[in-house]
């Protein structure tokens, strides 16, 4: 398989993948099915025809509204499948068109809706994090299972080190956060490195603009999910990490 065909094709199952995420983000931290009931309006819950349900562009040809009610269908749904799309070809481009790729792939799928679901409710669910544990275990096994210990040892450093933070400070740091760090560890290996460096910094950015707005009382008060920092780090540690622990060793080793 060609690379340019690969990106393609990572391209379409990203769109699809994307517009399924969506449903994942959605309905996974109320508790409801993954299957049933099908796509439907969120104000009128009419059932959306498959023509209707094309990821971005019948999103594009209905501009945004349900073509039952007219409600107003949010933004979000076509830019989650866009960016998951656009992710996946990254991925393809970055790694290659073969199992190098693999593990890259299953870990924007678990990006997406975890950096979602922590915006929404401000959890990270359990049930993302065994899954992410399973896949990424499985894909080193078959892939590169000679790696399995330094991803393991990874995975217990990055967990390790946000436990100490949740247990020093609890208010600012959750066991969800724990737990996605120590399976961006089992993803990325030694790359979790520059990965969780990434996220502190980004988060203590924001944070630090918040408190400038709103006041250093407000400004502590105010709740940020740092499961999309740690998201942000881990595609920068998935696609620029080994270039900058390379740069790292060679600088002070």
């Known amino acids: 398989m060609t690379l340019a065909y690969a990106a393609v094709l990572a391209g379409v199952f990203g769109l699809l993948l994307g517009s399924f995420l969506n449903v994942v983000a959605y309905r996974l931290p109320r508790g409801e099915s993954l299957a049933f009931p099908g796509s439907h309006c969120p104000s009128c819950e009419t059932p959306i025809k498959p023509w209707d349900n094309v990821p971005v562009l019948s999103w594009l040809w209905l501009k945004g509204r349900c073509r039952a009610c007219h409600g107003s269908i949010s933004a979000r749904y076509p830019v989650v499948e866009a960016t998951t799309a656009a992710l996946l070809v990254a991925v393809v481009l970055d790694k290659g068109a073969d199992r190098d790729a693999w593990l890259g792939l299953a870990f924007v799928l ?144």
């Open 110 to 253: 678990l990006l997406v809706p975890v950096t979602l679901i922590d915006l929404d409710h401000r959890i990270i669910p359990n049930k993302l994090m065994l899954l992410g544990t399973v896949v990424s275990l499985a894909i080193l096994a078959l892939t590169d299972p000679g790696s399995i210990p330094e991803h393991l040892i990874a995975a217990a450093a990055a967990g390790g080190f946000l436990l100490v933070a949740a247990l020093a400070y609890p208010a600012g740091m959750g066991m969800g956060d724990v737990k996605l760090a120590a399976v961006m560890g089992l993803f990325l290996g030694r790359n979790v490195g520059p990965a969780m460096l990434v996220a502190l910094v980004a988060g203590s950015v924001v944070g630090a603009a918040i408190i400038a707005r709103k006041g250093a009382a407000e400004g502590r008060k105010t709740a940020i999910p740092f499961g999309p920092y740690l998201a942000f780090g881990g595609l920068v540690g998935l696609f620029a990490g080994d270039p900058i622990v390379d740069w790292y060793l060679n600088t002070f080793a």
